[in-house]
Each structure stands twice: as structure tokens, then as C-alpha cells.
């Protein structure tokens, strides 16, 4: 690697002779370890032509630096950082810089304070990590993904991989979700009523900045996805929190004057439960009486597997007032942050013009390698393997949850990732955590999915998607056991 002519610089007033400077500043380089062995310097000529002096003035501080081992030459190729240079000096932590800027009153607005979920970034590590959203490698389809990235970075999709598209999507991922991904769900929209967001979470900001902000009555269920309570606060909505119960958010809870509904119909966040059909146009009716919009959050609709999924509260919508969110990120890997919303024309305009205003699009090569991983089967053939594998795991998780007299608090009746459990009422879940953690286990306090001062502590969530079947009895067992010498409250 060569290092760039860019990066030189001779200081304005410094002592000695140009030679001397420029020789002092190649050895500053190598020793701050900016240059590194076996990085080739820029040519004499070059930089005496950078630098505005003479050619041999850079010759000579580079002959010098050769007789001192900072340098070696290679023929006609060049000067570059010798094997026997220096080592840069470690000096550990830098003191810490005094900071004047009084940034309580700076900041006009705080995004930190709010509940959120910790997952630590080598979960990997840990021998029976029950976190919710996390992907297998092992069951990810490795191989197809590959070559379609591949195949979208050819010349006939050179426009979509390079060119700024400013506020439009890929027709190809949007034509596969309008006429495959929709209909599944029962829903039936054309393009200008799809957007491309980075991922859900991405969608439900836009929502809320379009519908819930400057203080509207915005109803939530509690407990809720954290993430979502927080973009509420940060927005200044006027949050309800209704508390569901085994059959999801109750409509005659819904208060008067609210203004924008927050759901999870078919897979309750984080209980699991399932709205049923009376219970859904219940929702809409009291949506239309109060003259609200509903955004429906249809997270993991394909983890399905213990039987059909309900169709979505989308389908229906005769007045047009529920936006709907869906995400490839649950179901291929978190990290690809690719969703949509689906909404009337009028609510998508206003999206894709915020959109445009924060990050134009999403990348067209993630686009276009989503459109072809989902329109030549790879997708539908992954769900079915990881619908198998994840139905294996939870009928293995229940067992164990059976065996060691554990409880669960919703479950779902449709499939998912994950278990929705309670501890008994004392018990501080945060702090079972900390001490299954030293044992190798990690599992979800429930706290941070709980709106108010006095949230439930006894809760925790325990996924299933990155922990495999044979580990799933241990894990267990030992949450069981670390519950049994954990002490009580009171």
C-alpha cells in the first residue's frame, strides 16, 4: 500500500532546513504510526512537487533516512518504510481532553435516557445465548447470497449499484414486494404505495415524525418494542401506554382524542400474542370512530410455522387509514437493514420526501441483491429451512422449559423466535441476567419493554434463533437453576 502524497506537510515557522523538515517529518510519520513497514513513500519527484522544493532536497532527507534503517530502497521501485524501522510507541490511553462546551445547554434535544436492550457484541461467544434477533450462520444461505451480490454488481445493473436515484427505490425489489411479499399477507398495493426504508426501525421513525410529532395522542401497547417508546419521547408525542392482555391490544382501552395507534397484531412484541379477527375490526372500528391512523408493525410474519399466519390488519383496512410495516432484516439478518412501509399515496409522498431529506435511499447494490435473492426463490426456500429448524428448537425449548419448571407468559400461536417467560413476582430479572452471564447464559430482561416507574421486573424474554438444539436443555437447566439460588425481594 502506498501512503499518499496527501498526507505530507511541512509546518508553517518550523525550525531547520527544508531538507532537516522533511526528514524529520517521514521519521514523525513512521513513528506515530501513521507509516507502516513495507508501505511505499511517495516518489521523490512527486513529493518535492507536492511540497514546492527542489527534487534533490527530498533525495537527499530520503538518503539520510536510508543510512538511519527508517527507509529502504527497492531498485526502481520506490522507497518504503524499512522492516527494521522503529516500532511506534504504545502510550496507552490518551489523558482525556478538556472539554469547555457546556453541552446541557448546546444540545436543543436528548436521544439517550430511554429503556433499551442490551446485547453484548461477542454474544457469539457465550455457549447458550437465548437474545432474540440474531442470525444462525448455519442456517443462512451463505452460498446464494454470495453470487447474488455478485450478479448485482454486473454491467447491466451498473445504474442501480452507482447512480443517486435521489428519492426513488429498485422497481425490481419494489415489483417483487408489491406482487409476492403483499399478497401473502393480503394486502394489495402499487408502487407509488411502497417505500424502501433501513430496515423497521427506520420505517417506524418516519411514522412517527410524520403522524405522532408536536404532541399528538399517540396509543401504545405495554409493554412495547423499547426502540419505539423512545422515538415517541424524542418526537414529543403524548404517549398512552394500554395494557395488553393474552389476545393483544384491547380496542375499547383505546382513549379518546387519540390520534395515531401503535400495533402488533399478528405477533405481539414482545408476548407473542395474536389479535384475533373480532378484535381487529374492533380496532378499526374505534381507529375510524376516532378518525385515527394505525400503524401495524409485522415483524416476522414468515416465522409462521406451527400454522398459518392471521392476515394482516392491512388487509383489512377499507378507509386507508393503517400504514403497514414490514422487514427482510428479521428474517434474513439483522444487518441488513432493509424494510418497507406501505401506506396510501398521499402518507408514501411525504415519507420518501423525509426519506430523501436524511439519507436519499437505501443502497442500490443492497437493493438490487435483496431483489434477486427474493425473485429467484432463495428467500422462500431460507424461510422453509429456518421455519424447520426453529420449529425443532422451540418444541426441544418447550420440553426443557417443561422439565425444569419453568414458566412461560405468551408464546404465541403461530411460531416466532422466541418465548415470552415470567419469574416469579420478586424476582429482578436484571439481575438474574447478570448472574446467568457469568455462567455462560444470556437471556432478555423484560423491564425495558415496560412503559412508567414501576415496570414489572419479573419478566424476560428467551429467543431461540442463534442457539442451537443441543444446547437448548443445558440452557435451560440453568436458568433454572440460577433462579432457584436467587434471592427474594422482601
Given at each position: 500500500m502506498a501512503v499518499p502524497v496527501e498526507t505530507f506537510f511541512l509546518r508553517p515557522g518550523a525550525q531547520g532546513t527544508l531538507q532537516a523538515r522533511i526528514q524529520q517529518?517521514?521519521?514523525?510519520?513512521?513513528?506515530?504510526?501513521?507509516?507502516?513497514?513495507?508501505?511505499?513513500?511517495?516518489?521523490?519527484?512527486?513529493?518535492?512537487?507536492?511540497?514546492?522544493?527542489?527534487?534533490?532536497?527530498?533525495?537527499?532527507?530520503?538518503?539520510?533516512?536510508?543510512?538511519?534503517?527508517?527507509?529502504?530502497?527497492?531498485?526502481?521501485?520506490?522507497?518504503?518504510?524499512?522492516?527494521?524501522?522503529?516500532?511506534?510507541?504504545?502510550?496507552?490511553?490518551?489523558?482525556?481532553?478538556?472539554?469547555?462546551?457546556?453541552?446541557d445547554a448546546a444540545l436543543v434535544q436528548r436521544f439517550t435516557g430511554g429503556a433499551r436492550l442490551d446485547k453484548p457484541e461477542d454474544w457469539a461467544r457465550y455457549r447458550y445465548p437465548f437474545i432474540y434477533g440474531q442470525a444462525d450462520p448455519q442456517l443462512f444461505d451463505h452460498a446464494n447470497w454470495r453470487l447474488c451480490a455478485m450478479q448485482a454488481l454486473g454491467a447491466k445493473d451498473f445504474n442501480a449499484l452507482t447512480q443517486d436515484q435521489f428519492d426513488r427505490d429498485d422497481p425490481?425489489?419494489?415489483?417483487?414486494?408489491?406482487?409476492?411479499?403483499?399478497?401473502?399477507?393480503?394486502?394489495?398495493?402499487?408502487?407509488?404505495?411502497?417505500?424502501?426504508?433501513?430496515?423497521?426501525?427506520?420505517?417506524?421513525?418516519?411514522?412517527?415524525?410524520?403522524?405522532?410529532?408536536?404532541?399528538?395522542?399517540?396509543?401504545?401497547?405495554?409493554?412495547?418494542?423499547?426502540?419505539?417508546?423512545s422515538l415517541l419521547r424524542q418526537s414529543s408525542a403524548q404517549v398512552c401506554p394500554i395494557a395488553v392482555d393474552e389476545h393483544g391490544l384491547p380496542a375499547d382501552a383505546v382513549p379518546a382524542a387519540t390520534?395515531?395507534?401503535?400495533?402488533?397484531?399478528?405477533?405481539?412484541?414482545?408476548?407473542?400474542?395474536?389479535?384475533?379477527?373480532?378484535?381487529?375490526?374492533?380496532?378499526?372500528?374505534?381507529?375510524?370512530?376516532?378518525?385515527?391512523?394505525?400503524?401495524?408493525?409485522?415483524?416476522?410474519?414468515?416465522?409462521?410455522?406451527?400454522?398459518p399466519p392471521s392476515p394482516a390488519l392491512k388487509s383489512l383496512d377499507e378507509d386507508g387509514r393503517v400504514i403497514y410495516v414490514g422487514s427482510f432484516s428479521k428474517s434474513l439478518f439483522p444487518g441488513l437493514r432493509l424494510g418497507y412501509l406501505v401506506g396510501s399515496a398521499a402518507f408514501i409522498a411525504e415519507a420518501r420526501a423525509?426519506?430523501?431529506?436524511?439519507?436519499?435511499?437505501?443502497?442500490?447494490?443492497?437493493?438490487?441483491?435483496?431483489?434477486?435473492?427474493?425473485?429467484?426463490g432463495h428467500y422462500d426456500a431460507l424461510i422453509r429451512r429456518m421455519s424447520r429448524a426453529l420449529n425443532n428448537r422451540r418444541q426441544v425449548m418447550e420440553a426443557a422449559i417443561r422439565t425444569h419448571g419453568l414458566e412461560i407468559a405468551?408464546?404465541?400461536?403461530?411460531?416466532?423466535?422466541?418465548?415470552?417467560?415470567?419469574?416469579?413476582?420478586?424476582?429482578?430479572?436484571e439481575a438474574l441476567a447478570d448472574r446467568l452471564r457469568r455462567d455462560s447464559v444470556l437471556i432478555e430482561p423484560g423491564a425495558p419493554f415496560f412503559a412508567g416507574p414501576d415496570r414489572p421486573r419479573h419478566f424476560y424474554r428467551l429467543g431461540y434463533s442463534s442457539i442451537p438444539a443441543d444446547r437448548?436443555?443445558?440452557?435451560?437447566?440453568r436458568i433454572a437453576s440460577a433462579l432457584a439460588a436467587l434471592p427474594r425481594d422482601g
Open positions: 517529518m517521514v521519521a514523525e510519520g513512521i513513528l506515530s504510526g501513521r507509516f507502516r513497514r513495507g508501505e511505499k513513500l511517495p516518489s521523490s519527484r512527486r513529493l518535492a512537487s507536492h511540497l514546492g522544493v527542489s527534487r534533490i532536497t527530498v533525495t537527499l532527507a530520503y538518503t539520510e533516512l536510508l543510512a538511519n534503517d527508517y527507509l529502504t530502497s527497492r531498485g526502481r521501485s520506490g522507497y518504503f518504510v524499512s522492516d527494521n524501522a522503529p516500532e511506534p510507541p504504545d502510550f496507552g490511553p490518551l489523558a482525556p481532553r478538556t472539554d469547555r462546551v457546556d453541552w425490481e425489489l419494489v415489483s417483487f414486494i408489491a406482487r409476492h411479499t403483499l399478497p401473502r399477507r393480503g394486502i394489495i398495493a402499487a408502487p407509488e404505495e411502497i417505500l424502501i426504508t433501513l430496515g423497521a426501525q427506520n420505517a417506524l421513525w418516519l411514522a412517527v415524525q410524520l403522524l405522532a410529532a408536536q404532541g399528538r395522542r399517540t396509543a401504545i401497547e405495554d409493554p412495547c418494542y423499547p426502540a419505539l417508546r390520534q395515531v395507534i401503535f400495533t402488533t397484531p399478528s405477533h405481539q412484541c414482545p408476548s407473542s400474542a395474536t389479535l384475533p379477527r373480532t378484535r381487529r375490526e374492533a380496532l378499526l372500528a374505534r381507529a375510524r370512530a376516532l378518525d385515527a391512523v394505525v400503524v401495524e408493525d409485522d415483524y416476522e410474519f414468515e416465522m409462521s410455522f406451527l400454522g423525509l426519506r430523501a431529506s436524511v439519507l436519499r435511499h437505501p443502497p442500490g447494490h443492497i437493493q438490487r441483491t435483496a431483489a434477486y435473492f427474493l425473485s429467484l405468551g408464546k404465541g400461536a403461530h411460531g416466532g423466535s422466541s418465548f415470552w417467560m415470567a419469574a416469579p413476582e420478586d424476582t429482578d430479572t437448548i436443555d443445558e440452557g435451560i437447566a
